[in-house]
């Protein structure tokens, strides 16, 4: 008796890991916005799976993703697998009436000068009237006072010594009776430690700046008296200074009215152990109330984010690399505590690993392979080489280095990139990410670009 239960338990087991299974849509009744979408999910690759009655492929893991057309309208589909029939209704609403063209927005300049503070900290200062893309001058602390000449829309125009203006939001500045327009420079100190080339600028308040990377570094302070266009420029020639940086992280930020400025000095490297030493952060993304994307066998982003975590932290460990892990297990995290931890360990490299996905309208078939992704130009040398090793230690198609304004990635502190390792809806880079031989294969294939970047 005892044989036969666990042989039914068996057959039953079978029989309900190649359930038909949609992971999306998530319900059977839906309206989607768009002229098509897909279904992802899992079925027997033993058996044919029909959608309207059409063949749908079946990768050899059970997984699969189908594109369907939309009409206008309630579009119903039938998925059949064996005996397994699902129904799902989804609705395409009709499309709305073009909005009347809204006038350009102006620009409203002021007849005079007003004075502002900023009240929020790492206020972005922008190079364009709008909250996204890569517009970001450099980040403004809390109580910072600014000078605005105007306003567009949701922005008030921020004056930049005599010739530059910026954008900052509305809701990031209060208006003040009292202001001057100029700052003085007294002089500056230079420090040089074991880690960083250290400039300290002492003003009489704190006033708007950029850093601009390059060779020279660049330090430009906004609205400083006696000095060309109100604007001092300190020109910081990297190849030239004694150690023959390049640029590995910088930061820049007041102390009262003081500005400090560091400048990570290079590493001296061991040829044959590169990594040794080298503070690495690894952030597995999302976590805890956070899935991310769901994969086409029903594994959440968030879990295979902290399995190649925990793959990449073993590997550089073994190495010499001190590691700093943003998350060691399912918990959650807010975007800039992530960075905020990594800036905490003086972490020099900082890595956000994840699943990519795309949204209604797409061929999630068509979407595959690993793709980085940076904010800053001094990223973008690590990126291309960890991408170089990635793609052809693993096979893994090259889905590109592109600069995007993702949140974990704009931090100047570490050299920060995020790695979309593949795409959890499309079945066959699915299948690989849920592999241990392919979590251990990526996190060397990383390893070794990190290495190489050093060594070059």
Same mark, same amino acid.
């Given at each position: ?35 098509? @979408? ?17 063949p749908v492929d079946i990768h050899k893991s059970g997984g699969f993703a189908y ?21 799902? @209704? ?219 975590a925990k793959q990449l932290e073993e590997e550089l460990n073994r190495r010499g ?72 230690? @693993? ?62």
């Amino acid at each position: 008796m005892k044989r036969f239960i666990f042989t039914l338990a068996l057959l039953l087991a079978a029989q309900n890991a190649y359930a038909l299974d949609v992971v999306y849509p998530k319900k059977n009744v839906v309206t989607i916005n768009a002229q098509s @979408t897909f279904f992802i999910g899992s079925s027997d690759p033993k058996k044919k799976l029909t959608v309207n009655g059409k063949p749908v492929d079946i990768h050899k893991s059970g997984g699969f993703a189908y594109v369907v057309p939309l009409d206008i309208g309630a579009n119903n589909f039938n998925l059949k697998s064996g005996r397994e029939k699902l129904n799902f @209704t989804i609705t395409r609403p009709e499309p709305k009436a073009p909005a009347a063209a809204k006038p350009a927005p102006q620009f409203n300049e002021y007849e005079a000068m007003r004075y502002g503070i900023i009240t929020e900290e790492n206020t972005p200062l922008r190079t364009t009237p709008v909250d996204a893309g890569i517009n970001r001058i450099s980040h403004l602390q809390k109580n910072m006072q600014v000078v605005i000449d105007g306003e567009k829309e949701n922005f008030y125009s921020i004056i930049l010594g005599s010739s530059k203006t910026g954008w900052i939001n509305k809701s990031n500045i209060k208006f003040t009776d009292n202001g001057s327009s100029l700052a003085e420079l007294s002089g500056y100190d230079y420090i040089d430690t074991d880690e960083f080339f250290i400039f300290v600028f002492h003003l009489d308040k704190m006033t708007p700046f950029e850093l601009v990377e390059g060779d020279p570094f660049q330090i430009k302070i906004f609205n400083v008296s006696d000095n060309p266009e109100n604007t001092y420029v300190m020109n910081f020639p990297l190849a030239k200074s004694p150690q023959k940086a390049k640029l590995t992280g910088y930061s820049a930020r007041f102390s009262g009215t003081d500005f400090i400025v560091k400048i990570r000095k290079p590493f001296l490297i061991d040829r044959d152990k590169p990594l040794k030493g080298i503070k690495i952060a690894i952030d597995a993304g999302h976590g805890g109330n956070e899935n991310g994307a769901i994969g086409c066998l029903r594994d959440n982003e968030k879990d295979l984010n902290l399995a190649f975590a925990k793959q990449l932290e073993e590997e550089l460990n073994r190495r010499g690399a001190k590691v700093f892990m943003t998350r060691k297990d399912d918990s959650t995290l807010g975007l800039n505590e992530r960075v905020e931890m990594a800036n905490e360990e003086d972490s020099t490299i900082f890595i956000s690993l994840h699943g990519n996905a795309v949204p209604d309208g797409l061929d999630p078939n068509a979407a595959t392979g690993t793709g980085i992704y940076y904010y800053y130009n001094q990223s973008k040398p690590l990126a291309d080489y960890i991408i170089s090793e990635i793609t052809s230690q @693993t096979g893994m198609k090259n889905d590109g280095v592109r600069q995007r304004s993702f949140a974990v990635v704009r931090n100047t502190n570490a050299l920060s990139i995020l790695i979309e390792i593949g795409y959890v809806i499309n079945p066959e880079d699915n299948a690989k990410m849920r592999e241990k031989n392919f979590q251990k294969d990526t996190a060397k294939a990383i390893a070794d670009g990190i290495e190489k970047y050093f060594k070059n």
